[in-house]
């Protein structure tokens, strides 16, 4: 009933703990929540929309944007650039929607250094490495080399856990989706991001003033 704020929800994870399946099947169900298009250095693969996946520019161009201040955070991730451009995220917050960032663990403490009043932080841990891997080697996207690679980084980006609001384990992604989906029904009628809240209660504390003896 109260004009609300945006809520910036962040999905964290080692690659292939699952934070992906999560974001597309909340945004499904969801349709308040839009994802955060980020900047990015890689190559676009085939499948890929420039705009719609991710805005892909050039290493000149994204340290252009750095460099203006131009970018709400950034961070190298397995060789290339990543980042999420400031404006875009303030107009969507002020305009009461929710903003759903699937980023790696250097992105996200940007973000909770520079709008922790805005965020809710999920981090989704794998049941365990074994099927982590597991999982790796099923997309079939990568080769071994880069398997191995992303294995080495999983050891960064578990130390960072406890820097998250929320912790869940993706067993199963129907429950996993559930739990977000419960996260997120909370956050929106938190009283900090009611932004009518004050008035509505001082109008309710000049009603009561009115009728008392």
Known sequence: MFKR???MLILSSPSGA?????????????DN????????????????VDGVDYH???????KHLVER????????VHGNYYGTPKAQIQDQLEAGTDVLFDIDY?????????????IVGIFVLP?????LKHRLERRADDNAEVINRRLKTARKELKAWEKYDYIIVNNDLGESCKTVSEIISAAR????????????????????ESIIE
Request: net charge negative.
């Open 56 to 62: 892909f520019r050039s290493v000149d161009d994204f």
């Open 127 to 131: 049941p365990s490495i074994k099927e």
């Open 18 to 30: 699952g934070k992906t399946s999560i974001s597309r099947t909340i945004m499904q169900q969801d």
């Open 106 to 118: 250097q992105g996200a403490l940007q973000l909770y250094e520079n709008c922790a009043d805005d």
């Open 69 to 76: 201040g131009e970018m709400l955070e950034w961070a190298e």
């Open 33 to 48: 929540i839009k994802l955060s298009v980020s900047v990015t250095t890689r190559p676009k693969r085939a499948n890929e």
């Open 189 to 208: 009628i938190h009283s900090s991001r009611q932004a009518d809240l004050p008035q509505f209660i001082k109008g309710l504390q000049e009603e009561l």
């Open 5 to 7: 704020r945006g809520i």
